[in-house]
């Protein structure tokens, strides 16, 4: 099976990625809820000023993969399901946070979700992750 190693080059997180997000996730002892802000630059748009859904997507997979992370699992995502609540707009702050729900043989369950300053929800996923 392959290695799978952190080389700081994730996408979302890798600090080593120039084109990435650098988002710096952060775990909330009280809550167990994993969370960050993002902040999606304009060339991440689709439609104009407007969050392209595959990259609220990629952040939502990737707070779930860092819940399981906190305690101490590796995993890799099997299944996702988004829902998209409001089009989030590039430039402006938001805030992820995510959990696992379960831990079952080699799956873990987890959700996760998009929101405003104000609590508002733009996006949510739930989503299977394979124990790596």
């Given at each position: 099976?392959?290695?799978?190693?952190?080389?700081?080059?994730?996408?979302?997180?890798?600090?080593?990625?120039?084109?990435?997000?650098?988002?710096?996730?952060?775990?909330?002892?009280?809550?167990?809820?994993?969370?960050?802000e993002v902040?999606?630059?304009?060339?991440?748009?689709?439609?104009?000023?407007?969050?392209?859904?595959?990259?609220?997507?990629?952040?939502?997979?990737?707070?779930?993969?860092?819940?399981?992370?906190?305690?101490?699992?590796?995993?890799?995502?099997?299944?996702?399901?988004?829902?998209?609540?409001?089009?989030?707009?590039?430039?402006?702050?938001?805030?992820?946070?995510?959990?696992?729900?379960?831990?079952?043989?080699?799956?873990?369950?987890?959700?996760?979700?998009?929101?405003?300053?104000?609590?508002?929800?733009?996006?949510?996923?739930?989503?299977?992750l394979f124990?790596?």
């Amino acid at each position: 099976m392959k290695d799978f190693n952190d080389d700081q080059n994730c996408f979302v997180c890798g600090m080593g990625n120039m084109a990435g997000l650098k988002i710096e996730f952060h775990q909330d002892s009280q809550s167990q809820e994993t969370t960050a802000e993002v902040i999606f630059p304009k060339h991440l748009q689709g439609w104009q000023d407007t969050v392209h859904g595959g990259l609220l997507a990629t952040v939502l997979d990737e707070t779930m993969i860092k819940s399981a992370a906190a305690s101490g699992i590796k995993c890799v995502t099997a299944e996702i399901t988004v829902k998209y609540k409001k089009p989030a707009m590039t430039g402006t702050a938001y805030h992820v946070f995510g959990k696992t729900l379960e831990n079952r043989g080699r799956i873990i369950t987890a959700e996760s979700r998009l929101t405003d300053a104000a609590g508002q929800v733009y996006a949510q996923a739930t989503g299977k992750l394979f124990k790596i």
